[in-house]
């Protein structure tokens, strides 16, 4: 083999690496990225089917219930226009409350209850996460254009 055969294939072989290793490392973003929707959202039908998302906003004043031993849980998760009911199963945060800002991850169920698997609560009193922030905001210019 010419030297020149031997840089090619060196040169293909990098190439290869490379490829692969980018095309790993895509593969692996993609199966954690996690979008966050709004209970507008959700009710509009924008969220991919089967599809794992964060979803946001307020928990609602008097929804939550907690079974007798106090893993399963249900509550109501509000952007003031809609609604979208949410089960869990695990202990909440110290900081979750009825009325204050929630984040879960999870799925969509058939009968249109999120199941989360994880459940974050804002972390202080002037603290949303920006994207809870802007649903709650869009939800509320969307309520004011309503006649």
Sequence with gaps: ???????????LAGVALVGLA?????????AN??????????????VPEGAAFRIGGLV???????????LQVQFVVTDQAQRVP??????LPDLF????????SGRLQGDGAFAATEVLAKH??????????????DAAQSMKAQP
């Design 97 to 104: 409350k009825e009325g204050k800002g929630v984040v879960a």
């Design 33 to 46: 990225v996690m979008f966050f929707y709004s209970p507008s959202q959700v009710r509009a039908g924008e």
């Design 22 to 30: 980018v095309t790993l490392v895509l593969r692996a973003l993609d």
């Design 124 to 137: 202080d009193e002037n603290y949303m996460p920006p994207e809870a922030a802007k649903a709650l905001e």
């Design 1 to 11: 083999m010419k030297p020149r055969q031997k840089r090619m294939l060196w040169v």
């Design 86 to 91: 949410v089960r869990y199963q695990g202990l």
């Design 60 to 70: 609602e004043e008097g929804s939550l219930q907690r079974s007798a031993d106090g």
